[in-house]
């Protein structure tokens, strides 16, 4: 029995290769998130041009009595509250609707499977709703101060905590909505709360606007505190301890029932 006639060697396999490094992974997560938004015209009326023409009219117009006929006053219960829209309508509704068809379409699951993983692709989404909020107090700072808004600078940080508090709250809240519903429910549910919120539910309005009885009740869910902590903060200077407080409250909670219920697929 002959040997057999040995099998000429071929190139070598080129090594796979390696991942970029965890932030690199996760800061084009975000890019491409951000991105994303800035460039639907959806999203953009929803992050962006509404809440512009929201502070716009109120500011310049008596279509909403808010206790003063004073435009100074006005603009400076209207700014802090076009803020708290422009939050609203990036941390909860456009994630909330943004995560719910990803997880429809498998793209959840299939990015979970990456060198990114869950907890990369969460980060990114993170980061991509801070990115998008800078650009939102941008535009609506420059609105506001060219109609002659004065905050108080002195509420600048307290404002900023305020900021990331309720963003924090109203991400947790998306999660968990859109990882428990279908993707059509999600859509109905999104912008329905955001219409309520918006609404009546002290993001926009002041709590002293609102009818006997119902202070109370708002001044308790995050778009109240979000949108009176802003009030407190730019319009006196001082920190919104209870606002606070109630978007930690409501963070803590969000996450423990995104951690429990949300589901990739």
Do not use: H
Not at 90 to 107: E, L, Y
Request: positive net charge; aromatic residues 4%.
């Amino acid at each position: 029995m002959t040997a057999p006639t040995p099998t000429p060697a071929g190139p070598a396999a080129a090594p796979a290769p390696a991942a970029a490094p965890w932030p690199r992974r996760v800061l084009a997560q975000a890019s491409f998130e951000a991105r994303a938004v800035l460039r639907n015209g959806e999203q953009l009326l929803l992050t962006l041009v509404l809440p512009v023409l929201a502070l716009v009219v109120l500011a310049r117009t008596d279509v909403v009595d808010l206790g003063t006929a004073d435009r100074l006053e006005r603009l400076g219960l209207v700014a802090p509250g076009a803020l708290a829209l422009a939050v609203l309508s990036t941390a909860f509704t456009s994630q909330a609707i943004a995560t719910g068809f990803d997880r429809r379409w498998g793209v959840l699951r299939l990015l979970a499977t990456t060198p990114l993983g869950r907890g990369g692709l969460l980060a990114g989404k993170a980061l991509a709703v801070l990115a998008v909020e800078v650009v939102q107090v941008a535009v609506l700072g420059g609105v506001a101060l060219a109609l002659g808004w004065q905050p108080d600078p002195r509420g600048i940080p307290a404002a900023l905590a305020v900021l990331v508090l309720g963003t924090a709250a109203f991400v947790a809240l998306a999660l968990v909505v859109a990882g428990t519903l279908r993707a059509e429910a999600v859509l109905a549910v999104a912008n329905l709360i955001w219409v309520l919120l918006a609404a009546g539910g002290g993001a926009l309005l002041p709590l002293e606007v609102l009818p006997d009885g119902a202070a109370g009740v708002v001044a308790l869910l995050p778009s109240g505190a979000l949108g009176e902590g802003l009030r407190t903060a730019l319009t006196t200077g001082a920190f919104p301890l209870g606002p606070a407080l109630v978007l930690l409250a409501w963070t803590a909670a969000g996450c423990a029932l995104a951690a429990r219920f949300f589901r990739w697929d």
